[in-house]
């Protein structure tokens, strides 16, 4: 048998279910990608300069897109695929595998966790 729903009252009376936990955002794309690019590039022991040449870019450029901080163009990431050795389908592929590994579901609530209930405006 089923748990019943558990209702919380709320002023004026009137009762709400609990609310749920929020969840961790989820990264955001660049951010991944760019740890990813930072990744490839430590793992051929390249530095800035090195890969941002082959990929023709500036050095600052890169490194603002491997902090997350720069939106790289479809064109730029596939540029940096190249630089890297790997191609684009290979570089998306293992930004999706990090981004479903970093994605964390919120952590559901504790039995008997007391509830704190929320004041609306009127």
Request: proline share 11%.
């Amino acid at each position: 048998m089923s748990e019943p729903r558990r209702l919380h009252a709320i002023p004026g009376g009137r009762t709400e279910p609990p609310r749920r936990q929020p969840e961790q955002p989820e990264p955001l794309w660049r951010e991944v990608l760019g740890g990813r690019l930072r990744t490839l590039r430590r793992e051929q022991r390249e530095t800035l300069a090195e890969t941002a040449e082959r990929a023709g870019i500036s050095p600052q450029y890169l490194s603002e897109v491997e902090r997350g901080r720069k939106e790289p163009s479809s064109e730029m990431i596939a540029a940096l695929a190249g630089a890297l050795g790997t191609s684009l389908g290979a570089l998306t592929e293992q930004v999706a595998q990090d981004l479903r590994t970093l994605r964390r579901p919120a952590p559901a609530a504790r039995p008997g966790a007391a509830h704190v209930p929320m004041l609306r405006a009127a």
